[in-house]
């Protein structure tokens, strides 16, 4: 492995400035990066699949810890920086050039791969999402990735809470989330206007009898009327409220107040 140029000279040599347009906001501080990528474990032969690297921060952390990342980038500007940090850790690097919304990562990265971001901030959520929906058990190990601060509390949000919604069910009924890292906006260049933090996830066993269309269309009807009562959010849909009596589930409570095991009862009973 090569010596490596500070990433702030890295971003001047190349003349990077962070994109607005495509959600760029650049980590610099090698030990927060290191910090970062440490955080899913052991990354000695790892497969890793990052999106969005931009001039390579997160990715040198990931071959310095060594993985082999495949790196998704959309924007040219960057691909000669992270081709300088492919032949410093020769073999470890596959660039792909292209958007990673249209990117299969499983072919890409392959089963078991760690899938590691500073999620630009207009895909992310429409990312997690994706790879929340995935067949089960995923083909992924983890996900490690950057949020607003705002979106990272919406995932992890417990019943009952404000942020408490579709994002944390579908996020917690067959994962752990947890918020691994809060990270200050003076981190960034050029800083963001909101706070960040890191998000991390790994599968759990998901329970039995349940479809994720219909947990999906159950959470849809509850939480896209959530000042209603459960009667009323849920009575277009056919046999929900069948359902909330048999369970037993109060139909005057409203849909933050129903943990994620609930959801999950009302869905199977659905089918």
Request: with cysteine.
């Amino acid at each position: 492995m090569a010596d490596l140029p500070p990433l702030r000279d890295v971003i001047a040599r190349h003349g990077l400035r962070a994109s607005k347009a495509l959600g760029q906001n650049f980590l610099l501080d090698e030990q927060l990066l290191g910090r970062i990528a440490a955080i899913p474990g052991d990354f000695a032969g790892a497969s890793v699949f990052e999106v969005g690297p931009g001039p390579g921060g997160l990715t040198r952390a990931a071959l310095k810890a060594g993985a082999r990342v495949t790196a998704v980038e959309m924007d040219r500007r960057c691909i000669p920086a992270l081709e300088e940090l492919g032949a410093a850790f020769p073999g470890q690097l596959t660039i792909i050039e292209g958007d990673a919304m249209k990117v299969d990562a499983r072919l890409a990265a392959g089963d078991g791969a760690h899938i590691l971001a500073n999620l630009p901030y207009n895909v992310g959520t429409h990312l997690l999402v994706g790879w929340l929906s995935a067949e089960w058990k995923p083909w992924w190990a983890s996900l490690t990735l950057m949020f607003q601060q705002e979106v990272a509390e919406r995932i992890v949000a417990p019943v009952g809470s404000e942020a408490y919604g579709r994002l944390a069910v579908l996020s917690q009924w067959r994962t752990e989330a947890k918020i691994a890292m809060k990270v200050h906006r003076s981190a960034f260049t050029p800083p963001p206007k909101v706070m960040s933090a890191v998000v991390h996830i790994t599968p759990a066993d998901a329970p039995e009898g349940v479809k994720l269309s219909t947990l999906e269309r159950v959470t849809a009807a509850a939480f896209g009327q959530r000042r209603k009562m459960l009667r009323q959010s849920l009575k277009g849909l056919p046999g929900a409220l069948d359902a909330l009596e048999e369970l037993r589930i109060d139909p005057q409570r409203r849909a933050e107040t129903l943990c994620v095991e609930e959801y999950v009862a009302i869905a199977r009973l659905l089918g």
